[in-house]
């Protein structure tokens, strides 16, 4: 089951995963232009609907008869310093790209845990390691994804259930264009916009692609750490750019903690 389905790593992912004999059932959110698959079945859900992820999980098992993989990709970006957000922009954010891979989680737990087996990949970001100013509301919801299924892993690894949280660097998708969200931009922060983005303008002009891993790659090594029963690792670091952002975001963080004297005494 993939949420997002019907664009970028979400379609990308569905697709490998029909090539590779797999049965989808790929969520989307409205009209979609993905094909028509006798191993694939569509539903629409909103995430941010905790019943209805109830329900999309529960149709894939009477449509299919078992849940094996569950992949919650839906989400978004959002630019906007913290003073610039309202709250139905913070709401939304964490509705979508934290509560709804918790709902669907949720969803999953019990008919993987029945299955005695079962695997759920939560789609994260290498900015759920370090931050970037203007991204604090996406960081914070992809912290916070990390947050739960860190504990999850944990408390389900004992039913066979696997979790991974993958981290990808830039993906060529339109993550950081037409799909990117923006706040009403304040005017204190033009010079910050600049330093970061090379203009004061939001939103910025549309983009067919924003540069990275093509999306293809991601979901094919997405499906390649599904299959290796074997790996053991937590986090999938994916693109060529992820592990040096992950090494300077954790470098930092450390630096920061050596500024407590305590901190060497241990």
């Known amino acids: ?37 006798k191993r694939l079945e569509i539903q629409q859900l909103d995430v941010r609907d905790r019943l209805g992820a109830f329900a999309a999980v529960a ?17 978004y970006g959002h630019i906007g ?17 934290l509560l709804g891979p918790l709902w669907l989680s949720q969803a999953a737990i ?22 970037m100013p203007t991204l604090g509301l996406y960081n914070a919801a992809k912290w916070g994804l990390e947050g739960f299924s860190e504990a999850m892993a944990a408390e389900v690894g004992r039913f066979g259930i696997r979790v991974t949280i993958a981290e990808p660097g830039a993906i ?4 950081a264009g037409g799909s990117m969200r923006f706040s009403s931009p304040v005017a204190a922060y033009d010079d910050l916009r600049t330093e970061l983005f090379g203009s004061a303008i939001v939103p910025w002009p549309a983009a067919e692609a924003s540069g990275g891993t093509p999306p293809e790659k991601v979901a094919a090594e ?10 053991p690792r937590l986090r999938l670091l994916i693109g060529d750019d992820a592990p040096g952002q992950v090494e300077a975001a954790l470098k930092l963080r450390h630096e920061d903690y050596a500024r407590d004297p305590r901190f060497h005494s241990r």
Do not use: C, K, Y
């Open 81 to 97: 310093a913290v003073e610039e957000a309202t709250e139905e922009e913070a709401r939304t954010v964490f509705d979508t790209d």
């Open 1 to 37: 089951m993939i949420t997002g389905a019907n664009r970028g790593l979400g379609r990308a992912l569905t697709l490998a995963a029909l090539e590779a004999d797999h049965a989808v059932v790929a969520t989307v959110r409205g009209a979609h232009s993905l094909p028509e698959h």
């Open 172 to 175: 060529d998708t339109d993550w």
């Open 110 to 131: 019990p008919i993987m845990r029945a299955q005695g087996v079962g695997h759920i990949v939560q789609i994260s970001t290498v900015g759920a390691v370090g931050t």
């Open 222 to 231: 997405i499906l390649a750490h599904v299959r290796e029963l074997s790996d």
């Open 59 to 75: 149709g894939a098992v009477a449509r299919f008869g078992r849940l094996d993989v569950l992949v919650n990709n839906a989400g």
